[in-house]
Nanobody, 124 residues
Framework: QVQLVESGGGLVQAGDSLRLSCVVS????????MGWFRQAPGKDREFVAV????????YYTDSAKGRFTISRDNAKNTMYLQLNSLKPEDTAVYCC?????????????????WGRGTQVTVSS
């Protein structure tokens, strides 16, 4: 059974940084295109970033460009999301997701594997 487990969230101040991790177990992470999504209270799930299988192309939502960096280390079966220059509006539960297709998708419904999430709270 494939599982995704996130870690690295926390309470930080505006301008601080965090690095989120998503560990894949049960199958090698190189088998998947993997993404990060977030959901704030009372809001819809939102695409943040994705890194494609095989080519490691990275795509970001506009609000993440220049501040967040997605990466992966398949030797460790782990995907990362480096969050820099955090803002209060980045406060959300961040979930990693995976799909076997090799191409990019910002639609959460295209991902069939999900972690439970890690809370990121940014105070002003």
């Amino acid at each position: 059974q494939v599982q995704l487990v996130e870690s690295g969230g926390g309470l930080v101040q505006a301008g601080d940084s965090l690095r989120l991790s998503c560990v894949v177990s049960g199958r090698t992470s190189s088998s998947y295109t993997m993404g990060w999504f977030r959901q704030a209270p009372g809001k819809d799930r939102e695409f943040v970033a994705v890194i494609t299988r095989d080519t490691d192309y990275a795509y970001y939502t506009d609000s993440a460009k220049g501040r967040f960096t997605i990466s992966r280390d398949n030797a460790k079966n782990t995907m990362y999301l480096q969050l820099n220059s955090l803002k209060p509006e980045d406060t959300a539960v961040y979930c990693c997701a995976a799909r076997t297709a090799s191409y990019y998708s910002p639609n959460w419904s295209d991902y069939n594997l999900w972690g439970r999430g890690t809370q990121v709270t940014v105070s002003s």
